[in-house]
Structure formats: structure tokens, C-alpha cells
């Protein structure tokens, strides 16, 4: 009977030593890495609501995911430095907001998967083979939609009947300016304005671009929103309250932060969805398998608090499509 009761509790030993520590193999302590433009403080919204997604599916920062950032803060040179960085920590999935993170990621990596939470033209930058079969470890979600650009000239001539000039500020590197300044042009042809292209490469060029728009009496001005520009919305929001131009941008952050309107894709739903994919790809789904999605959501933000400093008297038509009125 002894040899029994200790045989039996020597089973029992060994049982409750081995269900944890096999619990423990199978749960896996999954690295994301992030690849932004933006500046770490505040959390940028969209970053903030991909980890409420994530945890929607049931990923807990701490339990069974670990976030590794990297913030460029709008210095270009920093996104092949912070790439290798989370390649060499071996993370997982990459994460990468805007073109000039990804094909940086890119550069540094053709194994990990890397995840777009939004971009400009992956096809024309060669990071996807196609948005419907992008091969290769690149998937996620592009920005692009050339009625975009069409209808934001719209929406400034139905504000400003009498419009003839248009300044557009523009980065020009990796992305889609070029695609968006062209559709640009094409669609302010057909209304009878003329734009006004502002090539901006460095920061310390902002100044001489307002100068010029306003010397040359621009009614108007267009910022391309992306990873060069964002992290100066502030500066170049404030240089066009000085001068008194109105503005118009792609997303929500630029209205709130001042500019007239922002009519674009919604970045947060766009973001929202990007936790989906990596919930995929962690579970075993190849990138090469994930289609490229573009936009589906569009929202007009209009900022009637800066109509007011402005002057400007928005019409009752435009008001009543706004997504959101800022007052």
C-alpha cells in the first residue's frame, strides 16, 4: 500500500511540475515592433487605438506582447538606423506608418513580416508585387485614392467661389505626393484654378514657401499630409494663421490642430484594421497572402473656430456633409 500512495504521489509530483511548464511553451511572448515619423509624446491616436484593437483580440501588453517604438520625430536619417535596431531584436512583426518607414523596414529585413499601417504608393515604390497579390513579407494599408485629391479642390471652390490660386505644400519623397500633386492639377484645371506647387525638402524651408504663396497671392493652401509633414503640423499651421491662408488636409489631427478643413481617409479605422492583420499573420497567415487594403472610411472634419479668426463664412450646404464641426 506504501509503495502504492508513493508511487501515486511521485505521479502527482511530476504532473503538477509538467502542465505549467508545458503551458508555459505554448504561450508565446509575441514582439511587435513600430516604425513611426511621429514624435513619442503624446502616443499618437491611431498607435493608440492599433493597441486597443490588439486588445480586442485578446493580446495583453505584458502577458503574451511586448511593443518595441521607434519615434523618428520627423528625422529621416533615423528610419534605417531604427529599422536594423528591430531587426536585431529579433521582434516578431514590423508595424511601419508611413512609405519612408516601410521601405526602410523593408531594406532591413525580407523575412520578418512587416505590417503598413498606412502609406502611399506600395505598387509604385516596389515594396508590394500588386495591392491585390503584394508577395514578398510587405502587406497592410495604403492611402492612396485619387478622388481624394479631386475633392479637396472641390471643396475649396465651394467655399471660395471666386478661387484662382491654389499653394500645395509637398515633400516629394517616398509616397504618393507625386500622384496626389498630379490628380491635383488635373482636377483644379477643370474648375479654373491654377495650383501653385511648393516643394518643401528640408524644415528650414517652410518659411521661404510662405512667402512665396503669399507674394504670389495664393487664396488658398493645400498640405499633403504624410511622414514629413505631420510631425511639423504644428509649425505649419501657425504660419498660415500668420499669413491668413485657409488650409486643407488629408486627416482629422490637422483640423483639430487648427487647419480650416481636413476631408481624407479615417486613420483610425484604417489602424483599427491593421490589428487584424497582425492577429493574422501571429497566427500563421503569410504577408504575401494578405491583400493590400485601401480606404473605406472618409470623414470631412471642418473647423469653424478657425473659419471665424479667417473671416470666412462656410457654406450651409458643406456644413451639413461634415463628418465632425470643430467650434
Known amino acids: 500500500m506504501s509503495k502504492t500512495i508513493t508511487r501515486r504521489a511521485f505521479c502527482s509530483i511530476l504532473l503538477a511540475f509538467s502542465v505549467p511548464a508545458a503551458a508555459q511553451q505554448t504561450k508565446k511572448m509575441f514582439r511587435i515592433g513600430l516604425l513611426s515619423s511621429n514624435r513619442s509624446s503624446p502616443m499618437p491616436p491611431t498607435i493608440e487605438v492599433f493597441r486597443q484593437g490588439l486588445r480586442e483580440l485578446g493580446y495583453v501588453e505584458g502577458k503574451n506582447i511586448l511593443f518595441e517604438y521607434r519615434f523618428t520625430e520627423g528625422k529621416e536619417e533615423r528610419y534605417a538606423i531604427f529599422a536594423a535596431e528591430l531587426v536585431s531584436l529579433a521582434v516578431d512583426i514590423i508595424v511601419t506608418q508611413g512609405t519612408a518607414a516601410t521601405v526602410a523596414a523593408k531594406q532591413a529585413t525580407n523575412t520578418i513580416p512587416i505590417i503598413v499601417g498606412g502609406a502611399g504608393d506600395l505598387v509604385g515604390e516596389g515594396l508590394v508585387a500588386s495591392l491585390a497579390r503584394p508577395g514578398g513579407n510587405v502587406t497592410g494599408f495604403t492611402n492612396i485614392d485619387p478622388d481624394l485629391s479631386a475633392k479637396r479642390v472641390q471643396l475649396l471652390k465651394e467655399i471660395f467661389p471666386k478661387l484662382a490660386r491654389v499653394a500645395v505644400i509637398y515633400h516629394g519623397g517616398p509616397g504618393g505626393d507625386q500622384e496626389e500633386l498630379r490628380e491635383t492639377h488635373t482636377a483644379a ?107 473605406m472610411k472618409f470623414e470631412l472634419v471642418i473647423n469653424l473656430k478657425t473659419a471665424k479668426q479667417l473671416g470666412v463664412t462656410v457654406p450651409p450646404q458643406v456644413l451639413a456633409r461634415a463628418d465632425r464641426i470643430i467650434r
Open 189 to 295: 484645371k477643370t474648375l479654373g484654378v491654377q495650383i501653385q506647387p511648393l516643394h518643401v525638402l528640408e524644415p528650414d524651408q517652410f518659411q521661404s514657401a510662405y512667402a512665396t504663396m503669399t507674394k504670389e497671392r495664393a487664396q488658398a493652401l493645400i498640405i499633403f499630409s504624410g511622414s514629413f509633414t505631420n510631425p511639423h503640423r504644428r509649425e505649419l499651421l501657425d504660419r498660415a494663421a500668420k499669413v491668413r491662408i485657409p488650409t486643407i488636409s488629408g486627416n482629422l489631427e490637422w483640423s483639430e490642430a487648427g487647419g480650416l478643413i481636413s476631408y481624407g481617409h479615417d486613420r483610425r479605422d484604417q489602424w483599427r484594421r491593421a490589428a487584424t492583420y497582425v492577429d493574422k499573420i501571429l497566427k500563421g497567415t503569410k504577408p504575401a497572402d494578405l491583400p493590400v487594403q485601401q480606404p
